[in-house]
Structures are given as structure tokens and as C-alpha cells.
């Protein structure tokens, strides 16, 4: 049973430029969330989709957006990249109305 | 607005050690609270998960327990083991999101 993937594993963008990185949920999940996480720090939530749709959300710009396909994956885009959106990027699957969030990797987002 | 503190923010034991690992939040109205292991630059794993209801939760040397009317939870280790070194995040359910501490660091040395 594969778990939470994410790609790509590294990436290095200059300031101003946009980003996409990729999430495939733990099978039979149907829910994705998206944390940001700088260094030193604990992960900040910036949005959760169900059903294709943008559910909840947080404290994130509208840089930053989002979109769940039919088959649950999912990704995050951000736009005009700040040197301050370098971080671990994090995904989480879950059942919704279900309380355990199961995370992936992450993807190290540099941005130079 | 609910915050999550965790305290210390980094210990460096011997092994073989009992170890307690502090998480306190301000808002008791929470759905569960979740701890999870972080080794560096990697993802979260999943250790214990508390629901609202409940005051603790064991999983093998790790124990877990919940006061909400205090705002307060503890992890537990029990004989500590070099493999335990890590950062430790604790997080409160809030709907469907979760809200972190920032994380204990642990050493654990031979």
C-alpha cells in the first residue's frame, strides 16, 4: 500500500518566477491538506481540498492556490515566488471527517 | 486564535533515559491532539493520536495523554534509544486542520 508521494523531492526557483509541485494521496484517501513548514518552524496549514474543491483554508496569500483532480491527487501552485516561500512544502492525506492525517515527504522548496 | 507551545525546545539525553516531552495549547475546545516524529529535512510520522474523548493513548515505549481542561499534553518515552532522536511535534485537531508547536529536538546519545 503506497503511502503519501510527493514531486519533485528538491527544486530551486528564482524570486518572481511560479512554482507546481504535486501530491498523490495514500490510497482510499480522499481528502488532501497542504502545510507550509520553514525552517526551525512547525507546518502551517494553507489549504485543504475535498471533491475537488478548496474546503478550508489559512492564513496563505492568494499566491498561493491549489487543485485536487478526480483521481485526489493534487497540487499547489504559487505565483511571483518571495525568497521568504522557501521551505518543506507538505502534504497530507486523510479520510474526510476522519481525524488521522497521514503526510508525505515533502518537497524542499528553495527560492534564490 | 489557538496556540500550540512545546516545551523544551531541546534536550540531549543519555541513553536508557525516561523521557517527558511537554505540549500545552490555549483553546480546549479541540477535536484530538496528534504527535508526530520529524527526522531531518523529512516528513512527518505519525505516533499517537488522541481523540477529545480520550485521556491517553500507548504505543509501544511511547505513552501519550491528554488534559484538555488544562490546555496540556505529554509524551512519554520510556528507555530511550539512539534511533529516538528526532524532533517531536505535537498538534491539535481544529476542524480539519492541524495546528503545530514548533517541536522538541531530542539527542539521544550512546
Known amino acids: 500500500d503506497a503511502g503519501v508521494t510527493q514531486s519533485p523531492t528538491h527544486l530551486i526557483k528564482t524570486r518572481g518566477q511560479q512554482v507546481t509541485l504535486r501530491c498523490s494521496p495514500k490510497?482510499?484517501?480522499?481528502?488532501v491538506s497542504w502545510y507550509q513548514q520553514a525552517l526551525g518552524q512547525g507546518p502551517q496549514f494553507i489549504f485543504q481540498?475535498?471533491?475537488?474543491?478548496?474546503?478550508q483554508r489559512g492564513n496563505f496569500p492568494d499566491r498561493f492556490s491549489g487543485h485536487q483532480f478526480p483521481n485526489y491527487s493534487s497540487e499547489l501552485n504559487v505565483n511571483a515566488l518571495l525568497l521568504g516561500d522557501s521551505a518543506l512544502y507538505l502534504c497530507?492525506?486523510?479520510?474526510?471527517?476522519?481525524?488521522?492525517?497521514?503526510f508525505g515527504p515533502g518537497t524542499r522548496l528553495t527560492v534564490t | 486564535k489557538q496556540e500550540v507551545t512545546q516545551i523544551p525546545a531541546a534536550l540531549s539525553v543519555p541513553e536508557g533515559e525516561n523521557l517527558v516531552l511537554n505540549c500545552s495549547f490555549t483553546?480546549?475546545?479541540?477535536?484530538?491532539l496528534q504527535w508526530f516524529r520529524q527526522d531531518p529535512g523529512k516528513g512527518l510520522t505519525s505516533l499517537l493520536l488522541?481523540?477529545?474523548?480520550?485521556r491517553e493513548q500507548t504505543s509501544g515505549r511511547l505513552n501519550a495523554s491528554l488534559d484538555k481542561s488544562s490546555g496540556r499534553s505529554t509524551l512519554y518515552i520510556a528507555a530511550s534509544q539512539p534511533g529516538d532522536s528526532a524532533t517531536y511535534l505535537c498538534?491539535?485537531?481544529?476542524?480539519?486542520?492541524?495546528?503545530f508547536g514548533t517541536g522538541t529536538r531530542l539527542q539521544v546519545f550512546p
Open positions: 497530507a492525506s486523510s479520510l474526510v471527517f476522519s481525524d488521522e492525517q497521514y
Open positions: 490510497s482510499g484517501h480522499d481528502t
Open positions: 481540498y475535498y471533491e475537488e474543491e478548496e474546503r
Open positions: 483553546d480546549s475546545a479541540i477535536y484530538n
Open positions: 488522541i481523540q477529545s474523548s480520550q
Open positions: 498538534a491539535v485537531g481544529d476542524t480539519d486542520k492541524l495546528i
